[in-house]
């Protein structure tokens, strides 16, 4: 087997850097995701190679070659090559694992390329692939476990979680995405046998490895399985349960057939309609409107918004992600009835995640997104405290309030138009 051509093997610049680390004498491979995703056929973006020269000699040869080289790894022998269009290729020295701690790992150079797949964590993820002959270098039987959609740890999964406590978490990632069937036994033994060892790690680390799972297509299958192994139990106890997430992704998937069906007609559709619908499409197209992992986050836990927040806290997500993840929680009855109110006080965001979360039946929640969708609220209540001056109220704290008092009777009138809320600021001044 040989690699396949793809368009990421072409692109500018790419030949220029082979050519400048030595490709024709073999000392530059392709490594990881890239091959392992062509075999698969997946589209690739993110490129890595490996060589057996120093970081300072790789920089030097980059540079030689006319791209330019950013030490973004440097301590790990990782230097960025920055190809034409901005395109870039992580070129990372051969190493061997020193010592390790479950967290980081000491390393040294080498030349001995079996040796460094040998520290990578799955059998899947150590391939490499020679970038001018496409020759497949496979030391640990990852060609068989891609055909078998098999997630396994090279050598001893106990050892290899040991070397890395994070491999845990990554282990069920793997094969949400690339698994079928049940994980490998011994892997999964061992990944529940030392699930403790997941409190040793930072917290962002377990944050950006739980959103990256939650942003693939389907993971509740997985992420039901690690709850029954105990895997959260020890850094995420809240997380109880993955039926609300099955449910979510089950709304999502229906609610995107119905978007393609509304934004594909042929009738014209102009001004905010067209624009949220198409917004909407273009979002689906990255994962963010069936996909999104702080909404399906929100779906593992409790609905109680402090509740996320302090969960959130604990991770160190950013202020947005925490404020949302305590609206998505809130989950209150009767967020249906007023879709565009809801979107209005939190957000098109907030408010398909609201909706989509919420526990009331299927119907109800495709018909609540499609109106919101198809006609979102205005931004803004189209008067200000000036114009109440200016209508002869006094200026003054109490001017807030009245236009509080005002943005409330425009929405409980479902936003009408700017002449009619002038109508209302006359009617509350009187």
């Known amino acids: 087997m040989t690699l396949p051509d793809a368009p990421w093997r072409q692109w500018p610049g790419m030949e220029a850097l082979l050519a400048a680390l030595d490709a024709a004498e073999g000392k530059v491979r392709y490594v990881g995701g890239a091959v392992r995703d062509t075999l698969l056929k997946i589209d690739v973006q993110d490129v890595d190679c490996a060589t057996v020269f120093p970081p300072e000699e790789t920089a030097r040869r980059i540079e030689q070659a006319g791209l330019k080289a950013v030490p973004t790894g440097i301590k790990h022998g990782t230097i960025t090559a920055i190809l034409p269009e901005k395109r870039t290729i992580e070129v ?99 990944a529940a046998k030392h699930a403790n060892s997941l409190m040793a790690l930072s917290r962002e680390r377990i944050a950006d490895e739980l959103l990256k799972t939650l942003a693939l297509p389907d993971p509740s299958e997985t992420v039901a399985l690690m709850i029954d192994q105990g895997i959260f139990a020890p850094v ?9 997430l099955a449910r979510l992704i089950r709304r999502e998937e229906k609610f995107q057939e119905r978007l393609n069906t509304t934004s594909a007609r042929p009738e014209p559709v102009e001004g905010r309609v067209h624009h949220a619908l198409r917004q909407a499409q273009d979002e689906r197209k990255g994962g963010v409107i069936a ?41 209150i009855p009767g ?18 995640d609201r909706l989509l979360l919420c526990p009331t039946n299927d119907t109800v929640t ?21 114009e109440l001056i200016e209508m002869g109220m006094e200026a003054g704290p109490a001017v807030a309030a009245k236009l509080h008092e005002i943005e409330e009777a425009w929405i409980a009138e479902d936003f009408p138009d700017e002449a009619r809320v002038r109508e209302i600021a006359a009617e509350l001044l009187a």
């Open 291 to 331: 996909a999104d992992p702080i909404r399906r986050f929100a779906a593992l836990l409790p609905p109680e918004p402090d509740t996320a927040r302090a969960i959130a806290t604990r991770l160190k997500l950013s202020r947005a992600q925490r404020t949302r993840l305590a609206t998505a929680t809130a989950r």
């Open 236 to 244: 995420l106890p809240e997380i109880a349960s993955a039926d609300a």
């Open 92 to 190: 990372t020295t051969l190493r061997r694992d020193v010592a390790t701690d479950g967290r980081h790992a000491e390393v040294e150079y080498s030349e001995d390329w079996r040796e460094d797949a040998a520290r990578r964590d799955f059998t899947i993820n150590a391939l490499s692939a020679d970038p001018l002959t496409g020759e497949i270098f496979d030391y640990f039987g990852g060609k068989p476990d891609l055909e078998a959609h098999r997630v396994r740890f090279i050598g001893d999964p106990a050892e290899r979680i040991a070397e890395d406590h994070l491999r845990i978490l990554r282990f069920f990632r793997f094969h949400a995405r690339f698994g079928s069937g049940a994980p490998d036994a011994e892997g999964l033994a061992a």
């Open 366 to 386: 495709g018909n609540a997104l499609a109106d919101l969708v198809s006609s979102p609220p205005p931004t803004m209540l189209p008067i200000k405290g000036g």
């Open 335 to 352: 967020d249906t009835a007023e879709p565009r109110a809801l979107a209005y006080r939190h957000s098109m965001d907030g408010a398909i």
